[in-house]
T-cell receptor, first 115, second 116 residues
Framework: DAKTTQPPSMDCAEGRAANLPCNHS???????VYWYRQIHSQGPQYIIH???NNETNEMASLIITEDRKSSTLILPHATLRDTAVYYC????????????????FGKGTKLSVIP | GAVVSQHPSRVICKSGTSVKIECRSL??????MFWYRQFPKQSLMLMAT?????????EQGVEKDKFLINHASLTLSTLTVTSAHPEDSSFYIC????????????FGPGTRLTVT
């Protein structure tokens, strides 16, 4: 069962902020929100993750709503190299039985950064 | 971040032959490695989870006798596709997790398998 919902595709002008939404209305209290991206014909790349507070690193910012039912990944100044499929994944942190640490990839959002 | 390599990056083999794909963690010890398969225009699908020194756990629908996984050391896991057929042509990606409590997974660059 899909635990997250993302738009299939988005366009963003180069240099502008890219805001990628994700719905995870059934998220549990111990589940974190992870974002990965996959550039064509490469392995996925970790971007950021968070539990309930907003997070920022050198790649992106993650804004999680107060009810934790949705989040937004923000790439502040998109470049052509940010063109990729972006995956939003929810997963418990730490060991929680069989299947722990697995990442379940949905269909993601194909972000196209346009010159 | 930690680096995971895969070899080969792409391979073409004839139907009926076997092909081995290696996944290595270059600068950390990977107690757990994951193998994914990705068909064109589709998402990654987890095939199996392997813990060093023990048998792999396969996802439902993945034939363990066809996709042999060996995780004999803390830095190397191998996936062997036995008696490959054209429908096995896919992008195979591994990931590795460090330690028993680490949550982070590091992905390899993938291996493109084409079976003719």
């Amino acid at each position: 069962d899909a635990k997250t919902t993302q738009p299939p595709s988005m366009d963003c002008a180069e240099g502008r902020a890219a805001n990628l939404p994700c719905n995870h209305s059934t998220i549990s209290g111990n589940e974190y929100v992870y974002w990965y991206r996959q550039i064509h014909s490469q392995g996925p790349q970790y971007i950021i993750h968070g539990l309930k507070n907003n997070e920022t690193n050198e790649m992106a910012s993650l804004i999680i709503t107060e009810d934790r039912k949705s989040s937004t990944l923000i790439l502040p100044h998109a470049t052509l190299r940010d063109t990729a499929v972006y995956y939003c994944i929810v997963r418990p942190e730490g060991y929680s039985g069989a299947g722990s640490y697995q990442l379940t990839f949905g269909k993601g959002t194909k972000l196209s950064v346009i010159p | 971040g930690a680096v995971v390599s895969q070899h080969p990056s792409r391979v073409i083999c004839k139907s009926g032959t076997s092909v081995k794909i290696e996944c290595r963690s270059l600068d950390f010890q990977a107690t757990t490695m994951f193998w994914y398969r990705q068909f064109p225009k589709q998402s990654l699908m987890l095939m199996a989870t392997s813990n060093e020194g023990s048998k792999a756990t396969y996802e439902q629908g993945v034939e363990k006798d066809k996709f042999l996984i060996n995780h004999a050391s803390l830095t190397l896991s191998t996936l062997t596709v036995t008696s490959a057929h054209p429908e096995d042509s896919s992008f195979y990606i591994c990931s590795a997790k460090e330690g028993l409590t680490s949550y982070e997974q590091y992905f390899g660059p993938g291996t493109r398998l084409t079976v003719t």
